[in-house]
């Protein structure tokens, strides 16, 4: 039993004590991520933290990525603003409660597999534009509570102190990786500030003094009407929130697989996340998803089970239950360092080498994605660059499709078809027949080509009757499985159209 719940809390090459200071190291780069994305929504610090946890700790328990750590992001933040100042509070629980309940089901119906065919071009956009997006994110801790930049002494202090976090980051790991450098980074800046008497910007600061302390979550029913204008309210961003947490958290999962060389299971992160929306909605928590950055730092840590996401999360509500005092004290250097080399290693650098080499089109699409995802949302990102990628590759195949031509002994004209025949290639295929020269006996064999869709469909049935019209037969060999459901699925338009011929064996795999 002890060695069942081992081997699922902790991969074979992980160990214990990698996953227990990468955890801690993750719940310190936690805390000012989550209140900062609180704030950006208008909301109690504590809602962000709160929401931390809760994500934190289910999706490492039940996820489908081990070493993947989610909470409260800014893409769901910039989302949920709008939300709270029209609607109020109330609405955004029970949005956050929709949302998850909208993930749960497309977990269970299996529809996070979809993620596998993401364009590649899609992927690189959307890690590039969230690596901007993370900078763009920590120099808002270069701002102070009245909005006025750090100039003068404070600037160049902080500069200083995120050029030796950042290079403690970059360069304990080429000396030992025992220790996540991360996590040295943050003890060692912290001990410069607090040793020197440093003045400079800590994590208090951001909330101004506020007391962040506080007990334990409390569970409250939704408190709005369970009507249909409520439903009207709160099912537009439902759908969005969720489309932009689950592109997040599968390309996140996607990225990781690459990283690690192991496979997660999309739809079992698809439940996951879901399941800990609606325990954020019920207890007053504004949702989330996967956060890149800190996966990141979980797994360049060497984080690579689900212990260190329970003990992130863990460490996140003791910190906020007890040890806010000390945690407050931690400058926001150190943790903006920290987030400075993520985005340094989450950045595609090699965009730069290959984008010559690769087609315009793709280069296109990731310049495209990287820019809607810093200007819009990652929803909007990720849809427009798959519907680009989708009408290139359906140009670039419709292209493909050709015929052999030939003349059988029993002097009927043979069209051996190639390519996929679907929507975008029927004009093509339409013009590969010589209708007014053809003779009386016509044959189009499909052995190296397949029948797609309802478009297909009713281009073969134009072709038919172009044949009887000028009073010669048609007829097909070859034709799929897939081809046979088709065309049973077209009824008669097309039936009464289509010359069977028991020596063709019409709409069969059979050899004529």
């Known amino acids: 039993m002890l060695r069942a ?38 909301l109690d ?51 956050i409660v929709l949302t998850g309940v909208l993930q749960v089901l497309i977990g269970l119906f299996r529809l996070g597999k979809l993620i596998r065919i993401m364009p590649k071009s899609v992927m690189v956009g959307f890690v590039n534009g969230l690596a901007i997006v993370i900078f763009w994110s920590q120099l808002h801790q270069f701002q102070l ?53 440093l003045e400079t910007r800590v994590v208090d600061d951001m909330v101004g003094g506020q007391r962040v302390s506080a007990g334990l979550p409390v569970f409250a029913w939704l408190s709005i ?29 996607s990225l990781i697989d690459e990283m690690t060389h192991t496979r997660g299971r999309a739809n079992k992160e698809c439940v996951a996340q879901g399941v800990a929306n609606i325990v954020c909605g019920f207890f007053q928590g504004m949702g989330g998803c996967t956060m890149l950055g800190q996966s990141m730092i ?41 987030m400075f080399m993520v985005v340094i290693e989450t950045f595609e650098w090699a965009t730069f080498k290959f984008i010559r080499k ?15 995802t810093i200007f819009t949302n990652l929803a909007i990102a990720v849809v427009t660059g798959v519907i680009i990628a989708a009408l290139v590759f359906a140009w670039t195949t419709a292209k493909n499709i050709y015929a052999e031509k030939s003349v059988n002994d029993e002097g009927a004209k043979v069209y051996h078809l190639h390519g996929p025949l679907f929507f975008a290639s029927t004009t093509q295929f339409k013009a590969l027949f010589d209708l007014e020269s053809d003779p009386t ?11 797609t869709d309802h478009s297909a469909i009713h281009a073969i049935q134009f072709i038919t009757e172009r044949y009887l019209q000028l009073g010669k037969n048609l007829h097909l060999r070859h034709l799929s499985p897939e081809c046979k459901i088709l065309l049973g699925k077209a009824g008669e338009l097309v039936e009464t159209n289509v010359l069977e011929d028991p020596d063709y064996h019409v709409a069969s795999n059979k050899l004529g």
């Open 441 to 451: 006996e016509v044959i189009i064999d499909f052995e190296f080509s397949r029948v």
């Open 5 to 42: 719940i081992k081997n699922y809390l902790l991969p074979e090459e992980g160990k214990w004590s990698i996953d227990l200071l990468s955890g801690l190291t993750v719940a310190l780069a936690l805390i000012p991520e989550s209140i900062a994305f609180a704030l950006v929504a208008k």
């Open 298 to 338: 979980n797994i360049n840590s060497g984080g690579r089970g689900r212990l260190s996401g329970i003990v992130a999360g863990s460490l996140l509500f003791l910190f906020i239950l007890v040890l806010w005092p000390a945690i407050k004290m931690i400058p926001l250097a150190a943790l903006v360092g920290v």
């Open 358 to 372: 690769v087609p315009k089109h793709d280069v296109f699409i990731i310049v495209l994605v990287t820019l809607v």
């Open 145 to 197: 509570r009245n909005g006025d930049w750090l100039s003068g002494y404070a600037l160049y202090l902080m500069i200083g102190l995120i050029v030796i976090a950042m290079a403690i980051t970059h360069f304990l790991p080429k000396v030992t990786k025992k220790f996540p450098a991360a996590l040295a980074a943050i003890i060692v800046v912290t001990a410069l500030v607090h040793i020197f008497q």
């Open 45 to 95: 610090p504590l809602v962000g933290l709160y929401s931390a946890f809760f994500l934190c700790i289910i999706t490492a328990l039940i996820g489908g990525r081990p070493g993947m750590i989610s909470g409260a992001t800014g893409a769901i933040a910039v989302v949920i603003v709008s939300l709270v100042a029209d609607h109020g509070i109330a609405y955004l629980f029970a949005t």
């Open 225 to 253: 009407p369970f009507t249909l204008a409520s439903l009207k309210i709160t099912l537009p961003y439902a759908i969005t929130l969720c489309i932009i947490g689950l592109s997040e958290s599968l390309m996140t999962l």
